[in-house]
């Protein structure tokens, strides 16, 4: 491990000045220990894993509504360069944060808002987070852009590599919903399909990252970096919220790193003096066929047992998530929490999601919606408090989740007397 690590730090040496913007290096979550900014991952010291430590300075709401309507307007916040633009990227971000009226009606609350990220250039929230990915491994000299996925990385991945003109290698698992394989393997012709789940496919990925330092694994060796893009999520909510925080927010769980790097980008907003500071709940979502996290959320322990997903919200389906003890502190350090419901429940809501507010939401979003109603029945959620759900992705590439569920009324003749005798209008 150590001759992985010396080979990693010697690809490293010849950053050009301000290659990762304001970001002034990594710093373990555990124990404090910092390093150079580079392809690392895990402490020296504990083995814990790294994050990206910062210097900001001033950043003020008028240089970021100056910025363009991408994620690059929080450019001042992120591990990019000062020129990001310049660089060939999908330029994915500032969605859509749509106040959904006929769904708060529907669930008995005041105010709520779906962040809508199915609308990203690949329809997933995942290009945020490689996008950022994709500028470390630039600035890295990365020859090889790849990740392990449960579908929407994949996507997110094979079109930014495209994009950028890099060579790209994208690792799923072979069980994984037709439409997101065809989604990547439009996009590059290294599609790797493996027998296993999600945790036998990013152990794979770990072990050629640590032959070949080369390789930018986007959720690996260049992860520290590549979580940095979920913080947007967080920029933008307040930012199109009126620089305000909401009350409430509901988020998915996967490995978790979405829900701490909204929570981050939060802290962040307020340490700038750019919100007011003001206490808020995180409650994360998952589904009952791999709910983890919410099982150790309800058993009120800080160990994680690890499990077998089986569940139709395949890109929740993360056995061992790498983020899942800190998803826990969170949501117990604001007074959320961590809620599961059945893959029937899941289906439920994305009908429900698309028949209030127009949005077809994939598997991920209706674990969402639906935990959000949970939520609301279990008196877990104040329903006179502002709310947030966020949509990660579009309900096109899960169709088979809904297949069943939804489909013609009826079947009539091409006739007037048909028509009225279905009893439709």
């Known amino acids: 491990m150590k001759e992985c690590f010396v080979s990693l730090t010697l690809e490293s040496t010849a950053l050009r000045a301000g290659a990762f913007g304001n970001a002034t290096c990594l710093k373990c979550r555990e124990c404090g220990a910092t390093r150079e900014l580079g392809p690392f ?29 991408n994620i690059w307007r929080y450019k001042a916040l992120l591990p990019v360069p000062e020129d990001i633009e310049s660089s060939p990227n999908l330029e994915p971000g500032f969605t859509r944060l749509l106040d959904a009226r006929n769904l708060a ?68 698992p072979s069980d994984l919903e037709t439409p997101k394989q065809v989604n990547s393997a439009v996009f590059t012709e290294n599609l790797v399909a493996v027998d296993g789940t999600y945790d036998d496919v990013n152990k794979l990925a770990s072990e050629i990252a640590g032959e070949d330092p080369g390789w930018a694994f986007v959720n690996v060796n260049v992860r520290p970096f590549y979580a940095e893009g979920s913080k947007t999520l967080g920029y933008e ?5 009126g620089w305000r925080l909401p009350d409430q927010v509901v988020i998915p769980v996967a ?62 389906a993360i056995g061992n998530p790498a983020d899942g003890i800190y998803v826990l502190d969170i949501a ?36 969402t919606v639906a935990v959000l109603k949970k939520l609301v029945e279990t008196g877990q959620l104040d329903p006179e408090a502002e709310t947030v759900v966020i949509n990660t992705g579009h309900g096109l590439k899960t169709l088979d989740a ?24």
């Not at 959320?336 to 419901?341: D, L, M, N, T, Y």
Request: proline letters at 4%.
């Open 41 to 69: 991952y895990a402490c020296f010291e504990c083995f814990g894993p790294l994050e990206v430590g910062y210097e900001f300075g001033t950043v003020t709401r008028e240089q970021i509504e100056a910025g363009p309507r």
């Open 105 to 172: 009606g529907e669930l008995g609350l005041t105010k709520l808002w779906v962040k809508d990220d199915s609308t990203n250039p690949t329809n997933s929230f995942k290009d945020r987070v490689v996008a950022c990915a994709l500028s470390a491994a630039r600035e890295l000299g990365s020859r090889v852009f790849a990740c392990p996925s449960t579908g929407n990385l994949a996507n997110a991945v094979a079109a930014a590599g495209a994009r950028a003109g890099i060579p790209t290698v994208v690792f799923i």
């Open 237 to 241: 909510i307040a930012e199109q919220l």
């Open 255 to 316: 490995s978790g790193s979405q829900l701490t790097k909204v929570h981050k980008a939060f802290s962040e907003l307020i340490e700038l003096g750019l919100v007011e500071d003001k206490s808020y709940k995180i409650f994360g979502a998952q589904a009952e066929g791999c709910s983890p996290v919410a099982t150790a959320f309800a058993d009120g322990v800080d160990a994680i047992r690890p499990v077998k997903p089986d569940t139709i919200a395949k890109s929740l």
């Open 332 to 367: 117990r350090q604001t007074g959320g929490s961590v809620e599961q419901v059945s893959d029937d429940q899941i289906r439920e809501a994305i009908v429900l999601l698309a028949r209030t507010e127009g949005i077809f939401t994939e598997t991920a979003g209706g674990t």
């Open 402 to 425: 809904v297949t069943g569920a939804v489909g013609p009324r009826a079947t009539i003749a091409p006739t007037y007397d048909a028509f009225t005798a279905a009893g439709i209008a």
